[in-house]
């Protein structure tokens, strides 16, 4: 069977294209030592922050997701329920018919 593919993959591969480019081209700029480390201080800063943003949106759409698979889950089961008594209840009256008409044939 095939693995579904959440699109984290696609997300980590994007954090991680766009650190490799922000400090590649950190480094291939004209600056100071000082300058250039402090500027690649501020990119891994402003990326560790994005990564944390889209880490707490990726939680909260998740406990969304679930919150709307427990409903589901749980209205599938109540209609199983009621389907299931639905069917002992014809189930039932057949055989209550059957028995009455054992008993009046049998007399």
Do not use: C, W, Y
């Amino acid at each position: 069977m095939p693995k579904e593919n959440t699109g984290s993959g696609l997300l980590v591969g994007t954090i991680v294209g766009t650190a490799v480019g922000a400090v590649g081209a950190l480094l291939l700029a004209p600056k100071s030592g000082v300058k250039l480390r402090e500027d690649i201080s501020n990119k891994f800063q402003a990326i560790s922050q994005r990564t944390q943003e889209l880490a707490s949106t990726a939680k909260d759409k998740s406990k969304d997701v679930l919150s709307s698979v427990r409903e589901e889950a749980s209205d599938l089961s109540d209609r199983a329920k009621k389907s299931h008594e639905h069917v002992m209840d014809s189930f039932n009256n057949a055989k209550d018919d059957m028995k009455e008409k054992m008993s009046t044939t049998s007399n």
